[in-house]
């Protein structure tokens, strides 16, 4: 199982990015695709999440109306939507895709990740 993660970069203050995802490398039908973050010497963090078959999608509190994800089932491919970047979102996102619904939430396989770095 492969996950490209791709669509960082570096970007203003105020300003969009679109992450991708693509996932390949398996059969079957992914369930639950996670987009986590890793600021600069600080742990790793959720960041929002899609269901694949419905859509359904959560975001973490801080997040929300900023950050959405999605998905494009035919592609195996999944989004995140940031918008109004700040500083403090400067990070390494990570994808993340899950074959089954667990709980507590946990990934089977996670993408190498990619740079985002806004700028003030």
């Known amino acids: 199982v492969q996950l490209q993660a791709s669509g960082g970069g570096l970007v203003q203050a105020g300003g969009s990015l679109r992450l991708s995802c693509a996932a390949s490398?398996?059969?079957?039908?992914?369930?639950?695709m996670g987009w986590f973050r890793q600021p600069p010497g600080k742990e790793r963090e959720f960041v929002a999440s899609v269901k694949w078959h419905f859509g359904d999608t959560y975001c973490a509190d801080f997040m929300k109306e900023r950050f959405t994800a999605s998905r494009d089932n035919a592609k195996n491919t999944g989004y995140l939507q940031m918008n109004s970047l700040k500083p403090e979102d400067t990070a390494v996102y990570y994808c993340a895709i899950a074959f089954v619904d667990y709980y507590p939430r946990q990934y089977d396989y996670w993408g190498q990740g990619t740079q985002v770095t806004v700028s003030s």
């Open positions: 490398g398996f059969t079957g039908s992914i369930y639950d």
